[in-house]
């Protein structure tokens, strides 16, 4: 008996399918974020302002190490697991096995999301300060801040790329811990 290939078309279709419903995803979620920091910001004193700047970041680094953990995790143990009912761990098999898509909106959407709403936090951090400060260089500090920013970001994905590859197992089983009961909350299959 021959098992039926799906055609390409189909495949393509799928893949556009996705694409515009990440695109989508992303914009709305972009929205969302960047609401929601800009009212922060403008309603906050510069020490909270720089903590979202960091919560923003440390975010981003968060979701790009869950991106590259489930991209880089063997599936066979969460098998084991699930066939002895641990909690979370059909969620976590489901993750690997839509690895592509998980990677994609961890890495892509939330991470690349966050990358720029962390310049522009540090831009009207800048603005602020400069407000409050009026003594204050613009330029030095504007290249401070953008550079704090990329370095922060650029180290803290080098640290979480590393420790995603070492410990992907454990990231997932936390991960799908948590969807699991994100899941029982709600009600509603995150992952299908």
Not at 35 to 50: G, K, Y
Not at 52 to 73: E, K, N, R, S, Y
Not at 101 to 114: L, Q, R
Request: hydrophobic share 50%; net charge positive.
């Amino acid at each position: 008996m021959k098992i039926k290939k799906p055609t390409m078309r189909k495949d393509k279709l799928n893949r556009i399918k996705w694409v515009l419903l990440i695109t989508l995803w992303t914009f709305c979620l972009s929205v969302f974020m960047s609401f929601f920091s800009d009212i922060i910001l403008r309603n906050t004193n510069l020490f909270v302002s720089f903590v979202l700047l960091l919560f923003i970041i440390i975010t981003g680094i968060v979701f790009d190490l869950i991106g590259i953990a489930v991209a880089a995790v063997d599936e066979k143990p969460f098998h084991s697991m699930a066939s002895g009912k641990v909690h979370g761990s059909i969620q976590s098999i489901k993750m690997i096995k839509n690895a592509s898509k998980v990677a994609n909106i961890c890495n892509d959407v939330i991470g690349d999301i966050c990358g720029i709403i962390s310049g522009a936090s540090a831009t009207f951090i800048v603005v602020r300060t400069v407000q409050l400060y009026p003594d204050t260089n613009l330029g030095l500090f504007t290249v401070l801040m953008s550079s704090l920013v990329a370095a922060l970001t650029v180290g803290g994905k080098a640290i979480g790329k590393d420790i995603a590859l070492n410990h992907s197992k454990i990231i997932i089983t936390i991960c799908g811990r948590i969807l699991y009961s994100i899941e029982n909350t709600i009600r509603i299959k995150i992952l299908k």
